[in-house]
């Protein structure tokens, strides 16, 4: 079974840092594309950016591109997300959602409703 949990958010102040991670437990080794989302209250959930652990370089949104940066550890089955020169409009729960798929074209295509598997979020509130 494959289980996702994020963690790291919490509360800063505008153009503080906070890193996120996605921590997978994967005994069949089935998620090999991972994005971050966050939705906030009365907004639709919104892609944040998106890595294939199997190669190529991680894709973000225009909104988040130049600030947040997406890695991985494969060692610790982790994916971050670093998180700089935060906005209050940064404010939101924020989840990381897995599932598998073959190349990193088609990860990068992925909605949301295309993924499998869900962390349960973590709040990051970003005050001004």
């Known amino acids: 079974q494959v289980q996702l949990a994020e963690s790291g958010g919490g509360s800063v102040q505008a153009g503080g840092s906070l890193r996120l991670s996605c921590a997978s437990t994967d005994d069949t080794f089935t998620v090999n594309c991972l994005s971050w989302f966050r939705q906030a209250p009365g907004k639709e959930r919104e892609r944040v950016g998106t890595?294939?652990?199997?190669?190529?370089?991680?894709d973000y949104a225009d909104s988040v591109k130049g600030r947040f940066t997406i890695s991985q550890d494969d060692a610790k089955d982790t994916v971050y997300l670093q998180m700089n020169s935060l906005k209050p409009e940064d404010t939101a729960m924020y989840y990381c959602?897995?599932?598998?798929?073959?190349?990193?074209?088609?990860?990068?295509?992925?909605?949301?409703?295309?993924?499998?598997?869900w962390g349960q979020g973590t709040q990051v509130t970003v005050s001004s």
């Open positions: 959602a897995g599932d598998g798929t073959f190349s990193d074209n088609d990860c990068r295509s992925f909605k949301s409703t295309d993924f499998s598997y």
């Open positions: 890595i294939y652990t199997g190669g190529g370089s991680p």
